[in-house]
């Protein structure tokens, strides 16, 4: 299948699961996911009209930005080294991957250096697993506490993974666990304006995603064929 026709399928699923959990298909966003591909298919992708492009790599994304920056907004949804934020700070309008103290710091002071405000997504390891980084549930609170004196931050939303082999029902327990998690923050009232975004939902579970109230789905293999699982390596 081509990228458009992979992409209609895509938005079948989402308008489709929409109805079920009684959402407005408009408020699910798409970020394609373009690591494994070069300009010119990344290129295709956009001229589609998605308007959210994924990187986790910072030496292979910052040629694709200069090539395409103009043309869409850039996410970055990988591991974050804090040595890398200097690379990318001008040029990704989101980071998906806020997982410590040290980063939100690096990104603050950089952010604050050029002027600009960075949105952020704190990322929360829901299922515990070993393998991927984030802030435990348990720490979230006094985490996003101390990230709300960051005046050159903006928190939009949280964002997890779940585990690649995970049940249908286990799935959907950690999406649901990150929903609620977000709405507990927001009661508290922990951050000066309320956080609106959850980002979570790969192209083995997205439907899922959806259905529990994701905004931001971070899609590769549904879109452009190649394999997605990575996607929280080390950049």
């Known amino acids: 299948m081509s990228i458009q026709e992979n992409y209609q399928k895509v938005q079948d699923i989402i308008e489709q699961a929409c109805i079920r959990g009684n959402r407005d298909k408009n408020d699910v966003k798409v970020v394609a996911v373009t690591k494994y591909v070069d300009i010119e298919k990344t290129k295709t992708v956009i001229d589609l009209g998605i308007a959210h492009i994924g990187e986790n790599v910072v030496q292979n994304a910052i040629p694709k930005y200069e090539a395409l ?50 949105k952020c997504f704190i990322q929360v ?62 009661e508290k009232e922990l951050m000066k304006r309320p956080l609106t975004e959850l980002s979570m939902g790969m192209s083995n579970d997205f439907e899922i995603a959806v259905e529990e109230g994701a905004t931001f789905l971070r899609l590769g293999t549904i879109l452009v064929g190649k394999n997605e699982k990575g996607m929280g390596e080390q950049a």
């Open 69 to 118: 920056s103009a043309k869409v907004n850039w996410h970055f949804i990988g591991r974050l080294q804090t040595n890398k934020v200097k690379y990318i700070i001008d040029k990704f309008q989101y980071i998906h991957s806020v997982d410590r103290l040290s980063l939100a710091e690096e990104i603050n002071k950089r952010a604050k250096s050029l002027g600009i405000k960075t």
């Open 125 to 186: 390891n829901i299922s515990g697993e070993d393998t991927k980084t984030g802030v435990s549930p348990m720490e979230v609170f006094d985490f996003v506490t101390q990230i709300s004196a960051f005046d050159s931050i903006e928190v939009v939303g949280l964002m997890t993974m779940a585990p690649f082999e995970a049940s249908r029902e286990e799935i959907r327990s950690i999406f649901r666990s990150l929903r609620e998690l977000k709405d507990q923050i927001n």
